[in-house]
């Protein structure tokens, strides 16, 4: 490994350091979104086969409008699960076979990767509302999970501009930021 730079830090070669670090990082974010939002869909089903919410003698399970918050949530954390893994193959295979990676490709992951953040942070609130109250209290889980997924929302690399970056490159023009 050579050593460069003014404080002699190793610069490996790899083919896999050859993509920017944000490239690398926050599809992080995504991958974390998303598996807040899986455990907010599992404690959802255990909060729905115990709780009758108030004014009513049906279980949360057997209700229509929670059945629907929990498909509803379920599909966009599968969808987004799907597109920032294809996204990511889509990345990996030509930069291991050639060292290279397009631009394309680079948008194509931070693209994912805030739908990713986004999905979760939709799945979650419908689960989040759906619970009622019970959502509210810091020993249920999912109060964890709506905190820490809007969090996740407040980082640079999933800001809401990132679309405009990503949309400038599918429309073939060049990115307005290096970090790209």
Not at 46 to 60: D, H, S
Not at 82 to 106: H, K, N, S, Y
Request: glycine share 6%; proline share 7%; charged share 20%.
């Amino acid at each position: 490994m050579p050593i460069r730079g003014p404080f002699c830090v190793p610069i490996d070669t790899e083919r896999r350091y050859r993509i920017p670090p944000f490239s690398r990082v926050i599809p992080g974010l995504g991958a974390m979104a998303l598996g807040i939002a899986r455990n907010a869909i599992e404690t959802f089903n255990e909060i729905a086969g115990v709780k009758t919410p108030q004014r009513t003698t049906q279980m949360l399970r057997d209700n229509h409008g929670a059945q629907v918050r929990v498909s509803q949530a379920e599909s966009l954390v599968r969808s987004a699960r799907l597109f920032l893994f294809d996204t990511l193959d889509r990345l990996w295979r030509p930069l291991i076979a050639t060292g290279q990676v397009t631009m394309e490709a680079r948008s194509h992951v931070r693209l994912a990767a805030s739908h990713a953040v986004n999905s979760a942070v939709q799945a979650i609130d419908l689960l989040y509302l759906g619970a009622g109250a019970s959502a509210l209290y810091t020993s249920c889980p999912l109060e964890r999970a709506f905190r820490d997924v809007h969090a996740i929302t407040q980082h640079i690399g999933v800001h809401p501009r990132v679309m405009e970056t990503t949309g400038r490159v599918l429309f073939g023009l060049e990115p307005d930021t290096p970090l790209l």
